[in-house]
């Protein structure tokens, strides 16, 4: 793979490259992605917290990382995660994905130069992690290299970012495949491999994502974010059925994940199932507050785009949704304006 990336990333066009990354990028911090039943529940005093990633052979993860992590990805609460991820900087400043998801919510908040600031936190963190756990350490380099590039092409545009972008992607490949090398079965690198191959799988001309969904069914965990990504990529493939099939095994998983019901949503819509598709519009738009406000103007817009179709009437879309960007602060309003 790390001698044939250059040469297919060139194939696609600018813009394709672009969403490319971000897809990937996403996908790097979410260990997505980036989400049993869980319930979002902090415990009082825990002396180790769980590794959300293994049953077996468990990592150390501080209470705050791992609280963090759940916010994140089971529930979807980005203000509960942001609020345990400035504890875990304080107390757990030795864990790479604190950064990772850090430069995540940076990234849905549009702070750029945030952004950069925690992707080079995750890197350098993890660098210093491989000493003592060549895993992980060599994972998160991995991770910290994606998002410096992300954020180099965001910054120099396509033409000028692309030869560094490329070249921090190489790195990229290079510390993903030590991390193999140490532990092929282990589910956190599976996963963040899985992902990242099925985000190129699908954007790439004459790519195979069978391979990647293979990595992630059998190696990848946690079950919540396997099978989202597994939908994200076969909503992409245009395999809706499939889509739906996988996305509802997330959902039973996190049933209060306002992302998860928006990308069934997403689905349904594409199935031509509006009126499933406005039920899931509305459960994803149901605490508007703990999401960041760019996320809740785009699901609002699709939702109202969604209950156009359905009234076949016309509605303004674009003005509903500037009225949520016009809003004060960074999180989503608690009172939407009304599309019915």
Same mark, same amino acid.
């Given at each position: /793979? ?12 600018? *813009? ?8 990937? +990028? ?9 989400? %049993?039943?869980?319930?979002? *529940? ?10 959300? @990633? ?7 993860? %501080? ?27 304080? *107390? ?53 290299? @994606? ?18 972008? !490329?070249? $921090? !992607?190489?790195? &990229? ?22 992902? /990242?191959?099925? /985000? ?13 969904? =293979?990595?992630? =069914? ?7 974010? &396997?099978?989202? +990504?597994?939908?994200? +990529?076969?909503?992409?493939?245009? =395999?809706?059925?499939?889509?739906? =099939? ?21 689905? !349904? &819509? $594409? ?21 960041? $406000? ?6 609002? @817009?699709? %939702? ?15 003005? !509903? ?7 004060? %602060? *960074? ?10």
């Amino acid at each position: /793979m790390i001698k044939r990336f250059p040469t297919l990333v060139r194939r696609i066009g600018a *813009s394709a490259r672009r969403q490319l990354l971000r897809k990937a +990028g996403t996908a790097a911090i979410a260990l997505t992605a980036m989400t %049993g039943l869980y319930t979002l *529940s902090w415990p009082a005093s825990p002396t180790r917290a769980e590794d959300p @990633f293994r049953n077996s052979n468990a990592q150390a993860l %501080g209470e705050n990382t791992e609280a963090a992590f759940k916010a994140l990805f089971v529930a979807g609460d980005y203000k509960a995660a942001t609020e345990r991820l400035e504890k875990a900087v304080l *107390s757990e400043n030795d864990e790479p994905l604190v950064y990772a998801m850090k430069a995540s919510l940076a990234y849905m908040q549009t702070d750029a130069e945030a952004f950069n600031s925690y992707a080079s936190k995750t890197r350098e963190t993890a660098e210093k992690l491989a000493g003592t756990n060549p895993l992980r350490g060599h994972l998160y380099t991995a991770v910290g290299h @994606f998002l410096e590039g992300a954020y180099i092409l965001e910054k120099e545009g396509t033409v000028k970012g692309t030869p560094q972008a !490329l070249n $921090k !992607l190489r790195l &990229v490949f290079q510390y993903l495949d030590a991390a193999e090398k140490i532990a092929p079965e282990d589910p956190e690198v599976n996963l963040l491999k899985g992902y /990242m191959d099925l /985000m190129l799988a699908v954007n790439l001309p004459f790519a195979d994502p069978t391979q990647a969904i =293979e990595r992630l =069914e059998k190696y990848g965990s946690p079950r919540y974010l &396997v099978e989202r +990504g597994i939908a994200v +990529g076969h909503r992409d493939m245009k =395999e809706y059925d499939r889509a739906l =099939e996988y996305i509802n095994r997330a959902l039973a998983e996190t049933p209060n994940n306002p992302e998860v019901h928006y990308l069934k949503a997403q689905i !349904l &819509v $594409k199935l031509k199932k509006e009126e499933e598709a406005k039920e899931h519009f509305n459960r994803a738009l149901a605490k508007p507050d703990i999401l960041p $406000k760019s996320l809740v103007q785009q699901i609002f @817009f699709e %939702g109202c785009r969604n209950q156009r179709r359905l009234d076949n009437k016309e509605r303004n879309c674009d003005a !509903l949704r500037d009225k949520i960007r016009e809003e004060p %602060g *960074s999180w989503g309003p608690s009172d939407l304006p009304q599309l019915y």
